[in-house]
Each structure stands twice: as C-alpha cells, then as structure tokens.
C-alpha cells in the first residue's frame, strides 16, 4: 500500500460546483496535512495546512482531516474556472520540514467549467 | 514570478551531454531542496540542503549532482541521462524549523528536461 493515495482524475465540474478533493494514507504518525495548489507550468504553492484533526476554513477553502480513517478532504465552494489546476496533498509525521520529510499525493487535476 | 527562480524552464539533452539546472531563492530561507515530478507520480524528494550542508540524498543515481554554493543558490548537474530522467525538476526552500506548517515550501516554476 503507498504512503499517500490520490485520485489523479481528471475533475471536470461547472462553475459554481463544489469540489470535493480527497487523500488517504496508511502512517498514523502523520500529523500536519497540507493542500497544494499547482498551476499548469508553474510550481505547486502551500494552499492550506492543517494539524491534527478537525477543519479549517480560509475563504471558500476548507480543509477537514479524519485521523481515524485517515482521511483528508479539501473542498472548494463556488468553484471558479480560475481554480482549473492540480491539487495535491502533502503530509509529514514530523515539525521541522527540513529533513524532507514531506509526501506528497500524485494530484488531482480538476477542471472548473464556465 | 515566485520568489524562487529557476532556470532555464525548458532543456532538451542528449544522454552524452552535461548540463546544469540553476535555482535561486530572494526569500531568506535556509533550506533547499530539489523535487522530481514525473507525470502520474508523486513528487520525489531528491536532495536537500541545509544550510549550504547536504543532509539528504535520497538514493538518487550519481548521474544527478547536486551543488549549494550558499543559501540562496542551487545547482543540479546533469550528466549522461537517460530518457526516463525526462520529468520536470522543481526546486524549493523553506525556513529550516517549522517549514512544514507555518511557512510551508515554497516551489519555483521548475526546469521542464528532455532527454533524447
């Protein structure tokens, strides 16, 4: 089993859908749960990070992580064609990110329709 | 444009030639790190630095040299590929403590490498 499993899609939905993008994973160590949003031809960029864990809204971003069933969503709301990119999740055991202890998904790739 | 630069954005080599990939970060961070994304994987950490000191190298074939001259540049020397080495190379920094959370990484626009 991989650490990490993501869906790769592709998502297409209309504008105005809520988007449901999902991770699981097998380490119960994981603790800190991150999103990254990555643009076609551009590098990925931290979206939202979570830690332990519950939810946590920025917008229309909410980040939901379910350790019991390890378990991590994103939802987007009202989505937009200006969301159209690849999502990945990320996530690591440990604080101090310098050891590259962050991995990642494969992404999701999802499509905002206008 | 990120505060992480690479360059350049596109390489096309043959398997004889040696190239450099470049990467500079105007962010303050003091830690770099080089990332292989290959289409339908996940991202794979290769090297990272902190501090100018190599503290991983994470079993990445020796045609692959990394150099940190200082904290805000970074090198991947290339030599003798091989076709499956086509992938895009990105290149982060972060702070060296709480990187993962509070700052997250922070990604340039990556080198997009043909091997013919």
């Known amino acids: 089993q991989k650490e990490v499993e993501q869906d790769p899609g592709p998502l297409s939905v209309p504008e105005g859908a809520i988007v449901s993008l999902n991770c699981t994973y097998s380490n119960s160590a994981f603790q800190y749960f991150m999103w990254y949003r990555q643009y076609s031809r551009k590098g990925p960029e931290l979206l939202m990070y979570t830690y332990s864990s519950g939810n946590k809204e920025d917008g229309r971003f909410t980040a939901q992580v379910d350790k019991s069933s390890k378990y991590i969503s994103l939802f987007i709301r009202d989505s937009q064609p200006s969301d159209s990119a690849t999502y990945l999740c990320?996530?690591?055991?440990?604080?101090?990110?310098?050891?590259?202890?962050?991995?990642f998904g494969k992404g999701t790739k999802l499509s905002v329709k206008p | 444009e990120t505060g992480v630069t690479q360059t350049p954005r596109h390489l096309v080599m043959g398997m004889t030639n040696k190239k450099s990939l470049k990467c500079e970060q105007h962010?303050?961070?003091?830690?770099m790190y080089w990332y292989k994304q290959s289409a339908k994987k996940p991202l794979e950490l290769m090297f990272v630095y902190n501090f100018k000191e190599q503290t991983e190298n994470n079993s990445v074939p020796s045609r692959f040299s990394p150099e940190c001259p200082n904290s805000s540049h970074l090198f991947l020397h290339l030599h003798t590929l091989q076709p499956e080495d086509s992938a895009l190379y990105l290149c982060?920094?972060?702070?060296?403590?709480?990187?993962?959370?509070?700052?997250?990484?922070?990604f340039g626009s990556g080198t997009r490498l043909t091997v013919v």
């Open positions: 982060a920094s972060s702070f060296m403590t709480g990187a993962v959370t509070n700052y997250g990484y922070t």
């Open positions: 962010l303050g961070h003091n830690a």
């Open positions: 990320a996530m690591s055991a440990n604080y101090g990110g310098s050891q590259g202890n962050l991995i």
